[in-house]
């Protein structure tokens, strides 16, 4: 390859810029052109290409949200969209595309290297929901996000020696839930995962009032329901009288923590290096530390594993 693109796409997430930044700084250190699309594959098709230098990626790895913009769009599900985007990267002599995104992204990832576009995927979102890497960009500062907004709430919470219910993003996927539960001692974390028995949380958490516990906090993942509905559900088995918190989309924002900035520059750096090695078609990841390369095709049909031995420990800590 002589010259490579990136895009961001789908939901956007924190240390997407990073990403942006390593890839094209590793393309320009390996003396490859490098070019930003704007708006996800929408850009592809409507030729939203540009150059990048050094500097256009200066003061951005701190940058919550993604200066190349994101965008989910239908068009590129279209064989001809997907001819449209590779002819128009073609044209420029493009020959590697790096894509940020999600599951969805990752679709459009596989039609372009069909379309012979060399091709990266990296895993850029909140939800932790992409198999063959055990965390994605963004998860780990939507988790400490969610940890923040439980610590806050525990304050009023005990002053009122109330129940507070935490509705948390994630799709289909626990892991926001799972993560945030467990680091701020919530006494139940509904996760899509694994099925909930309302009568159980409600009699631990009626008991555990009663021998002097001040404050009770149940996280949801968006996959299990609405946070109002966990509410009701617990109306009518105690007396509490719950307090629900939606956190939405300020999970998706902010500041990068140093562990998503540090993963997006390892991913980025490693997709130039993967494109210069000649290998396409490939989603990358970190297993155990270590940075991996799948066939994006393989990652598309997998459902990420989820994890047990968390999950039971929070079982024995929340009490
Ligand atoms: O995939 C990221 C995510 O934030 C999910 O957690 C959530 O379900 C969804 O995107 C929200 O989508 P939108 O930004 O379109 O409202």
Known sequence: VKSIAVLTSGGDSQGMNAAVRSVVRSALYHGLEVHAVQRGYLGLITDDIRPMDLRSVGDIIQRGGTILQTARCKEFMTLEGQQKGAENLRKRGIDGIVVIGGDGSYQGAS????????????PGT????????????????AVSIVVDAINKLRDTMTSHERASVVEVMGRHCGDIALYAGLASGAEAILVPEVPYDMDRIAARMKENFEHGKRHSIIVVAEGVGKGDDIAR??????DMDPRV???GHIQRGGSPTHND???????????VRQLLAGDSGKALGIVKGELTATPIDEVIGAKKPFNKELYDLTLRLSQ
């Open 111 to 122: 039609k372009l290297s069909q379309q012979g576009i060399r091709t990266m995927a990296l």
């Open 126 to 141: 909140i939800d932790n929901d992409i198999p063959f890497t055990d965390f994605t960009i963004g998860f780990d500062t």
């Open 233 to 238: 559900e617990l109306t009518e088995r105690t």
């Open 245 to 247: 918190t939606v956190l």
């Open 261 to 271: 900035r540090i993963l997006a520059s390892r991913l980025g750096d490693y997709a």
